[in-house]
C-alpha cells in the first residue's frame, strides 16, 4: 500500500509546514532593500523551481484523491498570500527607485548653459564630398591609396621616364631610408593604377586625397593640399565622353549655364591631353562686369587638366590598349575653393582657425 507520505505531518504539504513557508517567504520579502534583491527572493521563495510552495505543488499529485482538494486549497491560499505580497513590495521599491532617480539625476532647467561655440566643417571637406558626390551619381566608385607611395606607382607605371623633372628632390619628398622607391605621393593618379590592377574592367572611380610636393610656401603655393581625379576606362570611350563628364562637373563647381572649353596640354598619362576653362562665373567674360578679381578679366577659369589615358599607363596595368581606352582627370582642391570663396591665401586652409571655416563650412 502507497504510504501517503505528502499528507502526513511534516510533509511539504502539511498546514504547518505550509504557514513556515509563507512566513519564511514574506520575511525574505520585507527584507528585500532593492529590485535586485527582489528578483532574488522571487526566484527563491515565489516562483523558483527551488521554492518551497513550488516543491510543495509538485507533491500535490501524490496524494490520495480524497485529500488533494483541501490540500490544493491550502496551497493556493499560501501562493496567493505571497504572490500579492511580492506584487506590493514591488510596487513599494519601484516607486522608491523612481523617487531616488528623480533627486539623483534632476536636471535644473534654470540654470544658465555653457555650450561652446560650434565649429564647422572644412569647406575643403565640403567641397570634395560634394563632388564625389556628383560622380558617385554618374556611377562612378570612390577609391583610395597610401600617401606614402612607391616610385612605380606614383611614376613609372604613369609614363614619367626616369629624367622627368617630377623625379627631382626639387618638387619630390623622398621618404627614408634612401633607394626603397617610397615617397610622399606628389598627386593622386597613382590610385588610378591600383584601381586597374585590383577591379574589373571596366573601371570607373572618382579618387580624393592628401597629395605632398617640395613647395614654398606662399599665397598660392603649399608642400600639402588635396587633389580630386577621375577615371574611366571601358571600350570604346573616346574624347566625346570626357567632355560630356566635365560639363556635368563643372556646372556643380560653378553653376548651370557657362561655357566650357578644352586647351591643348601635355601630361605623361594622357594622350592627346588638355586643360579644362570654365567660362567665369563672375564676370563671364563681359568687358561692363569687369574689372573682375577671380579670373583677372581672363573671362575663363582654368579648372584643372585632362585626356584620354595613354596607352602605355593601360599597358602597365595589363590591360588591352588595343581593345580599351579611357580618360582620366584631375584637379587641385584648393585652388578650386580659392576661386569659389574669393581666398586670397592658401595658407588659410592649413592655420586651423575656425574663424575661417565658419562662412563656408557645415555647422556640426
Known sequence: MTDPQPAAAGGPLDPASLEAAVAEALAALAAAADLTDLAAVRAAHVDGRSAALVLARQKLGSL????????????????GAVRDAHATRLAELT???????????RVDVTM?????HAGARHPLAVLSERLVDTFV??????????????DWFNFEALNFYP????????DTLFVEPAGTGRVLRTHTSPVQVRALLSRPLPVYVVAPGRTYRNDTVDATHSPVFGQLECLAVDEGITMA???????????????????????????????PSAELDVQCFNCRGESARQPCRVCSDEGWI???????????????????????????????????????HGVR?????VDGDVRFSLPFGIEG
Not at 345 to 349: G, H, M, P, V
Open 241 to 271: 565622353d570626357l567632355r560630356g563628364t566635365l560639363e556635368v562637373f563643372a556646372a556643380e563647381l560653378f553653376g548651370t549655364g557657362l561655357t566650357t572649353r578644352l586647351r591643348p596640354s601635355y601630361f605623361p598619362f594622357t594622350e
Open 345 to 349: 591665401e592658401i595658407r588659410d586652409f
Open 163 to 170: 629624367d622627368h623633372p617630377a623625379r627631382s628632390e626639387h
Open 64 to 79: 490520495p484523491r480524497e485529500d488533494r482538494a483541501d490540500a490544493g486549497r491550502r496551497l493556493n491560499d499560501a501562493l
Open 112 to 116: 544658465p548653459t555653457r555650450r561652446r
Open 95 to 105: 516607486a522608491e527607485r523612481d523617487a531616488r532617480v528623480l533627486v539623483e539625476e
Open 302 to 340: 582654368e579648372a584643372g587638366g585632362c585626356g584620354m589615358v595613354d596607352p602605355n599607363v593601360l599597358r602597365a596595368a595589363g590591360i588591352d590598349a588595343t581593345r580599351y581606352s579611357g580618360f582620366a582627370f584631375g584637379m587641385g582642391l584648393e585652388r578650386a575653393a580659392m576661386m569659389r
Open 137 to 150: 551619381a554618374m556611377g562612378y566608385e570612390v577609391a583610395e591609396g597610401p600617401e606614402v607611395e612607391h
